[in-house]
């Protein structure tokens, strides 16, 4: 059982746009920055969105990300096959004094 | 080029003990935190541990604590995880990561090594 949830599964055709969410606590979402990751198969994780919507070099604007109160969510705008992957948000929790995972989201893209 | 590569993963038995390096190249190592994430074949990813870029600052997700030991020799630039008690449930890829200690991290990560506790 994560500390953050996300829903395990998600879809979308091509240019579509695809909403991931990532429900936390008052100890991590609600104070701290939400980091996301894509990682796509075979691979190791990728940072796509750090620290209030801010996005790595090479990482396209299609990826964004918002919060509300203890929840946040990852917008992925005209979808692309290549987008096929694992999502996972991540945040600092005050209370467990270390980083905490969601479960991760499969993005399918149809 | 921006580099990290771990090593020292194998199979391993119940109870005994293992210690990971990561191998940190073409970056000012001590400019960075390290953690340590991983990541049990077909499950989602877990911090396992992270240090600031001194070592004034460490800690540990719940499931290690007591057991896993994250240390880094910034002379070498290495990071290391010594893995003492290892359950069968600590079979996973371990993957090393650069970033901040609770602000943000992972803008490079290792490829992973796996360990396997059987």
């Keep these: 059982q994560s500390v953050l949830t996300q829903p395990p599964s998600a879809s979308g055709t091509p240019g579509q746009t695809v909403t991931i969410s990532c429900s936390g606590s008052r100890s991590n979402i609600r104070r701290n920055p939400v980091n996301w990751y894509q990682q796509l198969p075979g691979s190791a994780p990728k940072l796509l969105i750090y620290t209030n919507n801010q996005r790595p070099s090479g990482v396209p604007d299609r990826f964004s990300d918002s919060k ?43 | 080029e921006v ?29 960075y935190a390290m953690h340590w994430v991983r990541q049990a074949p077909g499950k989602g990813l877990e911090w396992v541990s992270g240090i600031s870029w001194n070592s004034g600052t460490s800690g540990y997700a719940d499931s290690v604590k007591g057991r896993f030991t994250i240390s880094r020799d910034n002379a070498k630039n290495s990071l290391y995880l010594q893995m003492n008690s290892l359950r069968p449930e600590d079979t996973a890829f371990y993957f090393c990561a650069r970033g901040q200690y609770s602000t943000t991290f992972g803008d490079i990560w290792g490829l992973g090594t796996l360990v396997t506790v059987s």
Aim: with cysteine; hydrophobic share 35%; glycine share 16%.
């Design chain 2, 3 to 31: 580099q990290l590569v771990e090593s020292g993963g194998g199979l391993v038995q119940p109870g005994r003990s293992l210690r990971l390096s990561c191998a940190a190249s073409g970056f000012t190592f001590d400019d």
């Design chain 1, 68 to 110: 509300s109160d203890s929840s946040a969510s990852l917008a992925i705008s005209g979808l692309q096959s290549e987008d096929e992957g694992d999502y996972y948000c991540a945040v600092w929790d005050d209370s467990r004094n270390g980083w905490v995972f969601g479960g991760g989201t499969k993005l399918t893209v149809l």
